[in-house]
């Protein structure tokens, strides 16, 4: 009998790369409740645990061949929701300005085009670039950095020149990766024709 949506479903989400994608997103509220609350050490713990399933799914997805539909929705969904926890909790904190945070968020405001037009030609969610992995591991390397100079004064004069250049590395990647996600988008769409307007699911 072949499996029905909902049993393909639940064996993609209880592959080891899905289920720690779904323990970093459940860790999300706890991480920004702990910034808000600034408890500075036990966020940078919780962040750089979050950092560390990010590595592994990916990881254990390519090596055991385990790379989904439903994980390649969960993982960018989870490094956005913590990118943007993180860029609230440190404004208002005052650990970071805000520029940098509306120059961050400013980026997936930017790919909000992008989505409608890929469901009105009935695609899904393109796969997540090389670029743009890059700039988010920059930018979850540079958030504890900066968590841990304004908790670790005494080593501040160290730690933060290299939170900012991961800091700063990671916008212009992220927003490298952008442009590059909607040139992709609109020559998926422009060439549609050719692929008779389908894209293969699989």
Known sequence: ?????????????LTL????????LTLVPVFLTLLLD????????????????????????????QITRLGQILDPAADRLYIFSTLIGLSVTHIIPWWLALVIIGRDFMLLI????????????????????????A??????LLLLADWWIQA????????????????????????????????????EPKFNGKLDKS
């Open 38 to 65: 600034q408890k500075y050490l036990a966020a940078i713990i919780v962040l750089a645990t979050a950092s560390l399933t990010d590595y592994l799914d990916g990881y254990f997805a390519r090596k055991w061949n």
């Open 156 to 191: 501040q004069f160290l730690i933060l020149p290299l939170a900012w250049a991961f800091a700063l590395w990671g916008v212009g990647l992220y927003w490298y990766a952008g442009f590059l996600y909607v040139k992709q988008v609109f020559q998926l769409v422009k060439s």
């Open 139 to 144: 930018l979850l390397y540079a958030f504890p």
């Open 114 to 137: 992008a989505y409608p037009v890929l469901a009105t030609h009935g695609y899904g969610p393109l796969p997540v670039h090389f670029f743009g992995k890059a700039g988010t591991f």
């Open 17 to 24: 790369p899905n289920l720690l994608s779904t323990l970093r």
């Open 1 to 13: 009998m072949p499996k029905q949506p909902g049993d393909r479903l639940r064996d993609q989400f």
